[in-house]
């Protein structure tokens, strides 16, 4: 930053909307942060945990300070909100989700002169806004493809890292989230009731997921209808229902292409295949 006693009206003009100012992505990523964290600066870490003599330990979160008051982190949030939503990142929206960000075009400072035709554009968000999971930055040196501001070419690959993220980390959507659609449920009289069937432990609930984070549909085959809508909701997708039970059949099938939002037809029936266990021996 320049000395404040240097800045004339012009510059501090200037400094209003982000030029004369430096800030490496790192330190950008930690400011935006804070606003999503409602105002605590949390010191960035590379290393989550470690592991020591067969322990998992977690490296402490530390915070560092408080940086604005929550409602200045909440007003700000909306506004944020409002860039994505019909300002100048629009090409960032995801559907089902509220994404708080905003778009750079800063021209490259060379010589101690600001350029008129090389920038970085850059576009830096938290999704989702309201229970804010990521944060993402995405800047590029000297655009020169199809425009050259951050809403037109950051803010697309902004999209593209948090769909992929979001299904790696099982993020549901947050707005408008589509309920079951039940279609058909069989007569409990008609059939005995089930087996009492234990429930699934996390990690093999965590494992009939792993296929989703390559953008594949994961084998929810052997689990009860309830395990199922809880995972189909935690990758994006809307489920149809036949019968009640557990899951006999599904479409897509295991393997296919993921697509964010479609619908999956279960077929339950009540009583678990002896085999089933989610598609795994």
């Known amino acids: 930053m320049w000395n404040p006693a240097q800045l004339n009206d012009s510059a501090l003009a200037s400094v209003s909307m982000g030029y004369q100012v430096g800030v490496t992505p790192l330190q950008m990523v930690a400011a935006v942060s804070s606003v999503a964290n409602?105002?605590?600066?949390?010191?960035?870490?590379?290393?989550?945990?470690?592991?020591?003599?067969?322990?998992?330990i977690e490296v402490p979160r530390?915070?560092?300070?408080?940086?604005?008051?929550?409602?200045?982190?909440?007003?700000?949030?909306?506004?944020?909100?409002?860039?994505?939503?019909?300002?100048?990142?629009?090409?960032?929206?995801?559907?089902?989700?509220?994404?708080?960000?905003?778009t750079g075009t800063a021209a490259k400072l060379v010589n101690g002169h600001y350029q008129k035709s090389d920038y970085n554009a850059s576009?830096?968000?938290?999704?989702?806004?309201?229970?804010?999971?990521?944060?993402?930055?995405?800047?590029?040196?000297?655009?020169?493809?199809?425009?050259?501001?951050?809403?037109?070419?950051?803010?697309?690959v902004f999209k593209r890292i948090a769909e992929a993220a979001l299904t790696y980390l099982g993020i549901g959507p947050n707005l408008n989230a589509p309920p079951p659609?039940?279609?058909?449920?069989?007569?409990?009289?008609?059939?005995p009731a089930p087996a009492a069937q234990p429930a699934r432990a996390a990690s093999m609930l965590a494992a009939t997921l792993e296929p989703a984070r390559n953008g594949l549909m994961p084998d929810l085959r052997g689990l009860s209808g309830r395990e199922a809508l809880r995972l189909l909701s935690q990758i994006g997708m809307s489920a149809r229902l036949s019968g009640d039970g557990f899951v006999v059949d599904q479409m897509p099938t295991p393997g296919s292409s993921l697509v964010r939002g479609d619908a999956c037809t279960l077929k339950l029936q009540r009583r678990a295949p002896p085999s089933a266990t989610g598609g795994r021996p």
């Open 181 to 191: 659609v039940l279609v058909t449920r069989h007569d409990p009289l008609q059939e």
């Open 123 to 156: 576009f830096v968000g938290f999704i989702p806004s309201r229970k804010p999971a990521l944060t993402i930055l995405v800047v590029i040196d000297s655009p020169h493809g199809n425009g050259y501001t951050g809403g037109a070419v950051s803010a697309p």
């Open 62 to 102: 530390k915070e560092m300070r408080q940086t604005i008051e929550p409602e200045t982190a909440a007003t700000l949030t909306t506004i944020m909100e409002q860039v994505v939503e019909r300002g100048t990142a629009r090409a960032a929206q995801i559907d089902g989700y509220t994404i708080a960000g905003k």
């Open 38 to 56: 409602g105002g605590h600066l949390i010191q960035p870490r590379v290393v989550r945990a470690f592991i020591r003599d067969g322990r998992r």
